[in-house]
């Protein structure tokens, strides 16, 4: 018998079952079948077609809590928060990564090239998730100046941990291992080969999940192949994805909005309409960090997915798009140098 609070379960979700139900929590959907986690132990479900909406993000994902009668699994409980990816072109649909996480860990190598940029993306996107965001820097034994990588990627990432680790060392591996306490939940995200399931092992103490070298070919191999949430000897539960190649961002500011709705009901409320909220007087934004209502780190990153939705909508317009570099890169200048108020 499994406790369901070792599991995430918080009583509070108990009034969304239906009657003569029993919650579950997913560990993986393998083609429509849902290995699932329940106080009696693990098994499989099939999950009512009901559960599936035509964006398909409403369909159970792994992390999710679904109310199982029998073989099967009737409904999907409210997410309390989600890694969504959203899709590279405007028809591709919006996928669930992880639900349910407290912390989502943006995981990078400290060995590859272009970390700061690759970093932004992702953070980008796990800000919008609800849990909150670590990022954790791996190999950290194939680096020569650990501090001056770790100052990098933190100017970039305001307000946000970062925590290198070496799954070859142990060096850093208790820091991540604070992070999921007893029924606390976290979703390594990344690209491919940086050693999220590497870490995913260290972390458990014995081989949960395969690793693999990448290849140099270009090709690229996936050596995870499908998302799973693993129970962690210390009573965490750790969620590892397959590596994305391309993490697609917002390619329309409305969905933007959707997801920092906070932010920009703050920003309709400033003064001056076309209000860039640096230091205009009446900003609403400002005066929300200013008095802790919004986290600066929210704020930065909502910045840099409008700017990056921008981007996406300009992309068939090559001279549009060279000025919006040049703004961009202004853009980042400022937000580096910019004297920002911390709490
Ligand atoms: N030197 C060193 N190598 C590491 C470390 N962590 C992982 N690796 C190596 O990096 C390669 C990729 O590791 P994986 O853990 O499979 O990477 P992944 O992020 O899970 O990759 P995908 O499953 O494809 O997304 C393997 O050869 C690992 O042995 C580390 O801390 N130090
Ligand atoms: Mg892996
Ligand atoms: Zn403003």
């Not at 070859?168 to 306490?181: D, K, M, N, P, S």
């Not at 900003?283 to 997915?305: N, Q």
Request: glycine residues 10%.
């Amino acid at each position: 018998m499994t406790h369901l609070s070792e599991l995430g379960w918080t009583p509070d979700r108990a009034a969304e079952l239906p009657p003569g139900t029993v919650p579950g929590r997913v560990l993986r959907v393998d083609r429509g079948r849902l290995s699932i986690v329940t106080a009696d132990g693990e098994s499989r479900v099939h999950p009512a077609a009901a559960l599936y909406d035509e964006d398909g993000v409403a369909g159970p994902a792994v992390g999710d809590w679904v109310a199982v009668r029998g073989e099967l699994a009737v409904a999907v409980l409210t997410r309390t928060s989600a890694f969504v990816r959203t899709g590279a072109g405007r028809t591709s649909a919006a996928q669930v990564v992880a639900a349910n996480l407290d912390v989502v860990l943006v995981v990078d190598a400290l060995a590859a090239e272009a970390r700061v940029r690759r970093v932004e993306r992702y953070l980008a996107v796990a800000w919008s998730s609800g849990a909150t965001p670590v990022v954790v820097l791996t190999k950290a034994d194939l680096c020569d100046d650990v501090a001056a990588a770790v100052e990098q990627v933190a100017e970039d990432a305001l307000g946000v941990e970062v925590l290198p680790v070496s799954s070859v060392t142990g060096e850093g591996i208790e820091a991540v291992r604070a992070l999921l306490g007893p029924g606390r939940t976290g979703a390594m995200v990344g690209p491919s080969g940086v050693g999220k399931s590497s870490l995913a092992n260290a972390l458990a103490g014995r081989p949960l999940a395969a690793t693999g070298e990448i290849r140099d070919d270009g090709r690229g191999r996936h050596t995870t192949t499908a998302r799973e949430l693993h129970l962690l000897p210390g009573g965490g539960l750790l969620i590892d994805t397959p590596g994305m190649r391309e993490l697609a961002l917002y390619d329309d500011l409305d969905g933007v909005e959707t997801a920092y709705a906070d932010v920009a009901e703050l920003a309709a409320g400033c003064r001056y309409r076309d209000c860039e909220h640096r230091s205009e007087p009446g900003c609403a934004v400002a005066a929300a960090i200013d008095d802790g209502r919004l986290d600066p780190a929210r704020f930065m990153a909502w910045r840099k997915l409008q700017a990056e939705a921008h981007r996406q909508l300009l992309r068939v317009d090559a001279r549009a798009r060279a000025q919006e570099k040049a703004r961009l890169r202004s853009f980042h200048r400022q937000l580096r140098t910019q004297p920002f108020r911390q709490r």
